[in-house]
């Protein structure tokens, strides 16, 4: 069902807007074929496009993190997804954030980040559904101060904006979108959660025991998950935490999961899955019932996107109940892995992973990335 499939006697009651008439979005075409259209328009200039008409304007404004005006519309996506690339430039040291639109396969510039935090010191978390990213603390440039400030980008208005400082500063912490929520949890235990909708922090359980160094981070089925990752010269396996959001507290990590985390993760679909950062760089998902991670069949992420990697994915399920994964590499050359169900390898449960690469443009040789998230926009 369209956005404006409905009767035109049918009235709206969104905010400010009541007894509205729902128009058609672009006279004289199909209305699923206007939404498509509308679909592809970069989300840059939304607020130029708002101002065509009331039609447009609210068609652009609902967004996932909304109500949609009419729920029983759930068969049309109002937003795409965007990969956002956070990439140091190595001789000027500064951070520049960069979009991919997923159509045309270029690099939109986006506005700078605010404040100037070292590289690596700082954690970046998105939430998808709200197109919003989260820079938040670090060491600023040049000392070895930790910062309390956040910022947040929000697509709808491709800007930053200031949010509210955390309770304490904080650098090179883990951090990841727990339900919804931003936490944040320090090498010390301590830890801290943000809450969107209130605009404020709360303190979090504490994790007790000995620290755990930040080697990686993922946060999935309502978890946040923290490992420190192997270390030379490997006299003890890793440590690794488990912070549960809706009981407030910390677990130990199952052996298997901590022992077998030898890269870089990214949350797709539901699914953890690591990009080893050795051998083929080859792709494995993590089994719960088994306590493993599992090879991906299908070859690694392809030479030609070189080191250092970063790793996101799409929260939600593409097409035919596949999920999308995307590794980033130096110039912002980016690995676009398609991880579909392969039966009868070893009974059911299998997967492959296809790869695509998008090489950077040029000018990005020298941008060595240190994050990417991936936005509904």
Same mark, same amino acid.
């Given at each position: %069902? ?15 807007e009541v007894g509205e008439e729902i128009m ?13 259209? =509308?679909?592809? *328009? ?5 607020? *130029? ?45 500064? =951070? ?13 510039? *986006? ?5 100037? /935090? ?53 650098? !090179? ?50 978890? *946040? !998950? ?13 440590? &690794? ?15 298997? %999961? ?19 950062? !050795? ?10 019932p088994r306590d493993e991670w599992r090879m991906v069949a299908g070859s ?41 169900? /392969?039966? &009868? ?33």
């Amino acid at each position: %069902m369209s956005f404006s499939s409905f009767s035109k006697q049918q009235v709206l009651d969104v905010g400010d807007e009541v007894g509205e008439e729902i128009m058609e979005l672009i006279p004289g075409l199909p209305e699923e074929v206007a939404e498509k259209c =509308l679909l592809h *328009l970069p989300f840059l200039y939304h607020r *130029l496009f708002r101002t065509v008409s009331s039609t447009w304007n609210r068609f652009l404004t609902v967004s996932p993190s909304k109500p949609m005006l009419f729920p029983s519309a759930a068969s049309v996506s109002l937003s795409v997804p965007f990969l956002f690339a956070f990439a140091f430039d190595p001789a000027s040291r500064r =951070l520049q954030c960069q979009a991919l639109e997923p159509f045309s396969r270029r690099w939109l510039l *986006l506005p700078p980040v605010p404040g100037g /935090a070292a590289a690596g010191s700082f954690a970046v978390v998105g939430l998808p559904r709200r197109g919003e990213i989260y820079v938040i603390g670090g060491v600023e440039e040049g000392g070895d101060k930790a910062v309390r400030s956040v910022a947040v980008y929000s697509a709808a208005i491709n800007g930053w904006e200031e949010a509210a400082a955390m309770g304490t500063p904080r650098a !090179y912490m883990a951090a990841g979108e727990v339900g919804g929520r931003v936490v944040v949890a320090g090498e010390d235990g301590e830890a801290e959660v943000f809450d969107p909708e209130k605009a404020r922090w709360a303190p979090a359980a504490a994790r007790r025991g000995a620290v755990v160094a930040r080697y990686d981070a993922a946060a999935a089925g309502g978890k *946040l !998950y923290v490992t420190e990752g192997w270390a030379w010269p490997f006299e003890r396996a890793p440590r &690794g935490a488990v912070y549960d959001a809706e009981s407030d507290s910390w677990l130990e990590m199952a052996r298997g %999961m901590r022992e077998g985390w030898t890269g870089s993760c990214a949350v797709a679909g539901g699914r953890m899955y690591i990009v080893a950062e !050795y051998g083929e760089w080859r792709l494995k998902r993590y089994d719960e019932p088994r306590d493993e991670w599992r090879m991906v069949a299908g070859s690694g992420v392809p030479p030609e996107v070189r080191r250092p990697h970063v790793v996101s994915g799409e929260v939600e399920e593409v097409g035919g109940g596949r999920r999308r994964i995307y590794v980033m590499g130096a110039g912002l050359d980016v690995a676009i892995g398609t991880v579909s169900a /392969a039966p &009868g390898i070893h009974g059911g449960d299998d997967e492959r992973v296809d790869w695509e690469v998008v090489k950077g443009p040029a000018e990005f040789a020298g941008l060595a990335p240190c994050n990417a998230q991936v936005l509904y926009a």
